[in-house]
């Protein structure tokens, strides 16, 4: 158990540069209590003491406003950052060092029993108020943009963004030293959609320069023709 706190410890200073002593980490760190509560929950539903794990899992909503349900399997080096509105549902399985936001939800869909949350693999990493819904899975080293709503399946060293999540291909976590580096650089995302509108805005553009050169070659020729015309008349006003 010693162990543990000083795992989770750790990983608050490895990944919040606002994090000073150890102090402040154990009293004043809501994503920190809502894991170690949960490591409580967990070990007493693993048990079949079900109610004392919802129980434990109740207190820490209302302490942390985490809801973390006691049958999810977290991996170790879970980061909760600015924790409140997350759900993590009680068949979610989260891998090793992974980093969640503020509103994540690990959430269902239906009234299925068994396997019916995602399972997240490690080094993941997931935006503020994304949601992963469904008995889905999301390889190693992935990145869910803020307010992705992800549906489907997501391989590995991929980044999500949009509703519905769309897949943008991306390089993998960092190694640096033999040490994976956790890419907190959930803000610097593509954007598709702001691409397509950049896309369909410039093809606008270029149509509207061709319009406006036509127009303009419209009116040299009728500039041409004029004169040409006028001449032609008068010539046969004076030959009649």
């Known amino acids: 158990m010693l162990s543990t706190l000083k ?3 750790q990983v608050v200073f490895e990944r919040d540069p606002a994090a000073r002593s150890v102090l402040e980490v154990i009293f004043c760190y809501p994503g920190f209590h809502a894991i170690i509560h949960h490591r409580i929950a967990h070990f007493l539903y693993c048990r079949k003491l079900y109610f ?4 434990v899992s109740h207190i820490n909503r209302f302490l942390t406003g985490i809801e973390i349900h006691p049958g999810a399997r977290i991996g170790q080096g879970l980061f909760i950052d600015h924790g409140s509105g997350i759900v993590i549902g009680e068949t979610a399985e989260i891998g090793d060092n992974a980093t969640l936001y503020q509103g994540v939800t690990l959430g269902g869909t239906g009234k299925e029993k068994g396997k019916r949350h995602p399972t997240i693999g490690n080094n993941v990493t997931i935006s ?7 008995a889905i899975s999301v390889g190693d080293n992935v990145k869910i943009g803020g307010g992705s709503v992800v549906l489907k ?3 590995s060293g991929c980044t999500v963004v949009g509703v519905p999540g769309r897949i943008v ?4 976590a960092r190694v640096e ?6 890419d ?3 803000h610097l995302l593509p954007d598709p959609i702001a691409d397509t509108l950049a896309a369909m805005q410039a093809k606008i553009d270029e149509l509207e320069q061709k319009l406006a050169r036509l127009e303009r070659e419209e009116k040299d020729d009728a500039g041409v023709q004029y004169p040409k015309q006028k001449k032609r008349r008068n010539i046969a006003i004076g030959s009649a």
């Open 184 to 186: 907190l650089e959930h």
């Open 177 to 182: 030293n033999g040490k994976i580096e956790v």
């Open 7 to 9: 795992r989770e410890i």
């Open 153 to 155: 399946a997501v391989p």
């Open 128 to 134: 503020a108020g994304a949601k992963v819904l469904g």
């Open 52 to 55: 004392l794990a919802r129980m």
């Open 169 to 172: 291909v991306r390089d993998g």
